[in-house]
């Protein structure tokens, strides 16, 4: 009977999510976070469009918001923002495709700035292209905020299937010339004060 414990317990928490999945009401859609980026001072920027890919592999109601920010010093610095439709396949952990553009990621560390907290990797691009920084962060329309993937997976889960509502994640994306710790945490200073 002690083997049967958990397997029963586990059936019967499904069971009455279920049972509640039935009785709840229609999912509620959230309206997506109104995100655009801005000019920073000391930079000059300049708009751009989505990729191609972008725009043909992920789903049709996905909304981009791109900038090219480059500093007097000549760094650079490409935030892409990224605000995901209904679909969970708008967003996705970005180690997934860094690899497929012939990148080996290395020295992957976290970031605290202004509340907010960023996942960092360095991006080396072999003998052919320099080291190059990038940083990513994720939050939804309530403000919940993370750098793990796997965190928002799970708020994701509880809202999608407990909540009956579907969160409209915004996924933020840098991708620098720079890949000093140093460099990365002071643009993304600037970086918060454009982003609600």
């Known amino acids: 009977m002690k083997n049967l414990a958990i397997p029963l317990a586990a059936a019967a928490v499904t069971c009455v999510v279920m049972a509640f999945q039935v009785m709840?009401?229609?999912?509620?859609?959230?309206?997506?976070?109104?995100?655009?980026?801005?000019?920073?001072?000391?930079?000059?920027?300049?708009?751009?469009?989505?990729?191609?890919?972008?725009?043909?592999?992920?789903?049709?109601?996905?909304?981009?918001?791109?900038?090219?920010?480059t500093a007097p010093d000549g760094h650079w610095y490409q935030v892409t923002v990224v605000i995901g439709g209904t679909s969970k396949s708008s967003i996705h952990r970005p180690e997934l495709c860094l690899p497929a553009q012939g990148f080996l990621m290395t020295a992957p560390y976290n970031i605290e700035v202004g509340g907010a907290s960023w996942r960092a990797i360095t991006l080396d691009g072999g003998a052919m292209r320099p080291s190059l920084g990038f940083?990513?962060?994720?939050?939804?329309?309530?403000?919940y905020r993370t750098s793990s993937h796997t965190a928002r997976i799970f708020r994701d889960i509880w809202d999608r299937s407990i909540l009956n509502r579907?969160?409209?994640?915004?996924?933020?994306?840098?991708?620098?010339?720079?890949?000093?710790?140093?460099?990365?945490?002071?643009?993304l200073a600037k970086l918060r004060g454009v982003l609600p």
Not at 135 to 143: H, L, R, V
Not at 167 to 178: A, L
């Open 135 to 143: 940083a990513y962060t994720f939050f939804n329309q309530e403000g």
């Open 166 to 187: 579907i969160d409209r994640w915004v996924m933020v994306t840098v991708n620098t010339s720079r890949s000093d710790r140093v460099g990365m945490s002071a643009f």
């Open 24 to 69: 709840t009401p229609e999912t509620k859609i959230c309206e997506a976070p109104d995100v655009h980026l801005e000019e920073i001072d000391g930079f000059t920027s300049e708009k751009l469009e989505p990729g191609e890919a972008e725009l043909t592999i992920l789903p049709a109601d996905t909304r981009f918001d791109k900038r090219l920010y």
